[in-house]
């Protein structure tokens, strides 16, 4: 494994320590530091928690030559004993899928690996660079013995082995399933990729080369602050959100009036109900998606406040039910002097909605310099069995006013949308032409016949 080593070249300080090569073969019960980086440090101890297989590249830089993976993407630890205190850690981590899926994730001891981060990259090379610099804790072991255990784990939940001995498919961020061998000819399709022959050049031995590890990169944080409070900078801390919609939470963690050097984590409390992702861009934020109508907490805090509910922030997050709006069709076009075919639409709402009466009200019409639109008393196509809201349809009446285009908005009731594309045209009363003798005449579009005027 190239790389693991303290090497800050990515936090702008020099470096302390050489680049030394990894091994797979480093156990951590049985390698100790001092070995390793030479010295006396014979009692802190280095290394994986198994014996992992490892792949060399014929080219490349010194991230990308050499590497660790766990076959098919199962988890493995990484850990160093370092000196207590806060570090910033840099971790390389990618597969040999090139071109397809690049999926890693990682996560740290000093939260009980509870928390996982995204690192993949959309198949665009064979490792891929963290979106950030995470910073992790290390706390002492036994109390006066002066270091502790920092601890990455790395792995790929996105290639899986099914009941069945074949990968069952799951979500990977290049839209593609890997399969270590083929089931049947519907393996074939696209999208599908086979890892099967040992020296395929995206295998080793018959396995896929994922949750690869090229390299990570520790450097002590000069000043660590540690929080003493974690704060929403939300004014309301009740959040709502609809089955399958998103909102990004945003908390500071600090310490008296300075900033804390930690890294801000967010945990749900039912994840059924509502998930958190932490945001690749701003460590401070993160994600939630709506999973399932019901309420949970979020909480937000530090590695040091694990725990300490009142030392840190917490949202109430909603979930209810998805709202529907959708229009069929999605786009009109009216003439205001064409047949009345032309100078009017109709259109149908789809929408749900607890009950005949609160369907009456859930869209709100909007206005048009170029149509008027009326609606209709909404039908009810199914009603509410008690756990979901009832379907409902509305005719929407379109007239044409006068030429022009434009996106128009439909809102419900819950904010929920739906866009209408309009144009509107006017046909021309009468068309001047020449002959070739030279004699002028006009037809008329709007005739049932073109007939000369």
Not at 222 to 238: L, W
Not at 292 to 309: E, K, Q, R, Y
Request: proline content about 4%; hydrophobic content about 30%; overall charge negative.
């Amino acid at each position: 494994m190239a790389g693991a080593a303290l090497l800050p070249s990515h936090i702008n300080q020099e470096a302390t320590e050489a680049l030394i090569a990894g091994y797979g073969s480093w156990i951590y019960d049985s390698t100790n530091v001092g070995a390793v980086y030479g010295g006396d440090a014979t009692t802190q101890k280095i290394g994986f928690d198994r014996a992992l297989p490892a792949g060399v590249t014929t080219a490349g830089g010194e991230y990308f030559r050499d590497w660790v993976f766990s076959p098919d993407g199962e988890a493995y630890t990484f850990s160093v004993d370092l000196p207590a205190g806060q570090y910033h850690i840099y971790v390389y981590t990618g597969n040999k899928t090139q071109g397809y899926n690049n999926t890693s994730l990682v996560s740290f001891s000093d939260n009980g690996y509870q928390i996982t981060y995204d690192q993949s990259s959309n198949g665009g090379g064979q490792y891929a660079t963290p979106g950030c610099i995470y910073v992790v804790n290390v706390t002492e072991k036994t109390s006066g013995c002066g270091y502790g255990t920092l601890g990455v784990k790395v792995f790929d939940n996105t290639i899986v082995t099914g009941d069945d001995g074949y990968d069952s498919e799951k979500y990977t961020e290049a839209n593609t399933t890997f399969y270590k061998s083929k089931k049947d000819e519907i393996f074939a399709g696209a999208g599908v990729k086979e890892f099967i022959a040992n020296g395929n050049a995206n295998a080793v031995d018959g396995k896929i080369v994922t949750a690869r590890l090229n390299g990570i990169e520790i450097m002590p944080v000069t000043d660590p602050v540690y929080a003493t409070q974690v704060t929403a900078t939300e004014t309301d801390t009740n959040v709502s959100v609809e089955v399958g919609q998103t909102a990004t939470l945003t908390a500071t963690a600090k310490a008296g009036s300075e900033n804390a050097t930690e890294r801000i984590e967010y945990f749900s409390s039912d994840e059924s109900i509502v998930k958190v992702t932490p945001n690749k861009d701003n460590p401070k934020q993160a994600d939630i998606i709506g999973v399932a109508a019901g309420t949970a907490t979020v909480t937000a805090t530090t590695p040091s406040l694990i725990g300490d509910t009142a030392k840190s922030a917490t949202y109430t997050v909603t979930v209810s039910e998805e709202t529907i709006l959708e229009l069929d069709p999605k786009s009109v076009e009216l003439k205001t002097n064409g047949t009345d075919e032309e100078k009017t639409a109709t259109i149908t709402a789809t929408f749900n909605a607890a009950n005949l009466e609160a369907a009456k009200t859930t869209i709100t019409m909007p206005t048009s310099d170029y149509a008027e639109i009326t609606a209709s008393t909404p039908v009810e196509v199914s009603p509410s069995d008690g756990t979901r809201k009832g379907t409902y349809t509305q005719a929407i009446t379109l007239t044409a006013k006068k030429s022009g285009s434009a996106i128009i908005t439909f809102q419900r009731d819950t904010g929920r949308t739906a866009e209408l594309q309009l144009s509107v045209t006017t046909l021309p009363k009468s068309i001047e032409f020449v002959d070739e003798a030279g004699t002028k005449g006009k037809v008329s579009p709007c005739s049932p016949e073109p007939r000369l005027l």
